[in-house]
């Protein structure tokens, strides 16, 4: 029976993703910054497990408690939302550490084992901000593009060794509190400086009106297609609003 470990599973994708695996048959290992038990099914095939990614210390006590695993799904993210102009950097280094430099570290934690054993998949889930030029978002899509060009170059390296390594894309969806997550209580007008305000709203009413989004079943499902694919193929959005961008582009 194969082990999945996925990081960030306190709630949306990262926690269907792990819903998914379970009903598939599969171990999970199941990771959050703080542990919680009312999220996840009890199971003996799934264990919820502490990890905060921009701890070395603590990537390194998840992997002993988990052993052995197959696949990596680096899911754990942080959101941003702003014009650039607004955002201290403070806040662009705390996102990097999560989103970019939070991947870097756990997929070479467990590159060890994957080397070794000649298997394993490592599936980063960046956004669809990849895929086209998306206002308010200059510091979240470049810590997304920087792991989109960091997996490209992985799976070159890893290729030899008979290890993976592919992305996942997922659109906006309006079901997870990503969102909420990123304006963190305040309203926008508290986050962006006054002269971008007007046009800011009008962008968030733009965004909010599209007629397509993603689903946390299709991110799910896509993983799984992803950790799954044995055709080379490296890149792999999620949802429809996320397909339309990857087809136009």
């Known amino acids: 029976m194969k082990t999945v470990l996925i990081t ?22 199941a990771t959050m910054r703080t542990p919680r038990a009312d999220v996840l099914p009890e199971s003996d095939r799934l264990r919820v497990v502490a990890l905060d990614v921009t701890k070395p210390e603590s990537i390194t006590a998840a992997l002993e408690a988990a052993g052995p695993v197959d696949v990596l799904v680096n899911n754990a993210g942080v959101p941003s939302i702003s014009v650039f102009e607004g955002i201290p950097m403070a806040r662009v280094r705390e996102v990097f550490e999560t989103n970019t430099f939070g991947v870097m570290a756990m997929t070479q934690a467990v590159l060890p084992q994957f080397r070794e054993r000649g298997s394993g998949v490592v599936v980063n889930v960046t956004s669809s901000v990849v895929l086209g030029h998306m206002p308010l978002s200059a510091v979240y899509k470049a810590s997304k593009m920087a792991v989109e060009g960091f997996t490209a170059s992985l799976a070159l390296e890893l290729a030899p060794f008979g290890v993976q390594a592919k992305t996942v894309e997922p659109g906006a969806c309006l079901t997870t509190n990503f969102g909420a997550r990123a304006l963190n209580g305040r309203r926008l007008e508290e986050m962006v400086p006054e002269p971008y305000l007007s046009w800011a709203e009008k962008v968030m009413a733009d965004f909010m009106g599209q007629d397509v989004y993603t689903r946390e079943s299709d991110v799910a499902e896509t993983v799984w297609r992803a950790a799954h694919d044995t055709t080379g193929r490296l890149r792999f959005p999620a949802g429809a609003d996320a397909v339309r961008l990857a087809e136009a582009k």
């Open 8 to 29: 960030g599973t306190s709630s949306g994708y990262g926690r269907q993703t792990a819903l998914h695996f379970h009903s598939q048959g599969w171990n999970v290992i």
